[in-house]
């Protein structure tokens, strides 16, 4: 399931199917009021009395066309909350089968945060990820979601930097799931290879090169595989200028049987994920030079 988002200013209320409207702790619903018709406030405020409300999100089906979905916010949520909470709605998005959506940023308070909708937007975006590049039959439904309101000026400033690290982890999880016959060494080299049309300098050390170093340890892993070795370093220079770069190292066994410690027989095939710190960097790097960071930076994996 892909998600599409665009920001308006207004909409026709009859071309709403619906309706996220954020509220306040315990579903006080006072903040929605001038966003919907005194019927449908007075349904909804019926409806919840009669409620023991235990989730985050609710919906109410004022007609056979439209449906208001609430969101109640807890007091000074952090990042990570408005993003999971962002991904509770992927999960009810998901399970009612919705494809179109509008969102009211005018129902947010003042204690939500100037960037409320870009982070909480952000998770339903982390949440909708899924590999599936090797089902015969893939997920093609594209859920249309519009943002409403005109408090959504940070949200359109951020875009880019959210869409950057979006990428990013998406690409980490993509190396990451990818089973060890696949990528194995000589792929993962040539995958990372790639991120130079993103602004990257990437540098290839093989075993030749890799022996001159004396990398005798890598070497000596690599030496129970019919693929070779490699140690490659992604350098992305947003400075312009001669400053000490941040340095990650992740490391990038695309296999790890176990050597003298086997793993059990059930266990073995998450080993696959042995190469995750290294999918990590790789990830990182690319989202920095997406966003343009104003950052020297060094990634190596082995």
């Known amino acids: 399931m892909s998600i599409k988002i665009s920001i308006k200013k207004n909409i026709n209320n009859k071309d709403i199917k619906n309706y996220v409207l954020f509220c306040e702790k315990n579903f006080k619903i006072n903040t929605i009021k001038k966003e919907i018709t005194n019927a449908e406030f007075s349904y909804i405020a019926g409806l919840l009395k009669s409620n023991d409300l235990k989730k985050n999100i609710y919906s109410f089906d004022i007609s056979s066309k439209k449906k208001i979905i609430l969101i109640s916010i807890e ?109 194995h060494p000589d792929e993962y080299a040539k995958r990372i290879s790639t991120l130079k049309k993103n602004g990257l300098k990437i540098n290839v050390y093989d075993e030749k090169k890799l022996k001159k170093l004396g990398m005798n340890a890598l070497l000596g892993v690599g030496q129970g595989s019919i693929r070779g070795s490699y140690l490659v370093t ?38 696959t994920y042995d190469m995750a710190g290294s999918a990590t960097v790789v990830g990182l790097m690319k989202s920095l030079a997406l966003r343009k960071a104003k950052i020297n930076a060094v990634g190596v994996v082995g």
């Open 75 to 183: 007091d000074q949520l952090n990042s990570s909350d408005v993003e999971r909470l962002g991904a509770e709605l992927y999960d009810f998005i998901k399970l009612n089968k919705i494809k179109n959506l509008v969102i009211n940023s005018n129902s947010l308070n003042a204690k939500s945060g100037k960037d409320f909708i870009g982070r909480f937007l952000h998770g339903l975006k982390l949440k909708s990820y899924e590999f599936s590049k090797y089902k015969t039959k893939k997920e093609t439904t594209v859920v249309n979601i519009i943002v409403r309101g005109d408090k959504n000026k940070k949200l359109t400033q951020n875009q880019f930097r959210y869409k950057a690290l979006e990428d990013g982890i998406f690409l980490t999880k993509d190396l990451v799931s990818e089973p060890g016959n696949i990528l």
């Open 234 to 271: 992604m350098e992305w220079n947003g400075l312009k200028n001669s400053s000490k770069p941040l340095a990650f190292v992740g490391k990038g066994v695309c296999f790890d049987t176990g050597g003298y410690s086997l793993k059990p027989a059930k266990f073995m095939e998450d080993m």
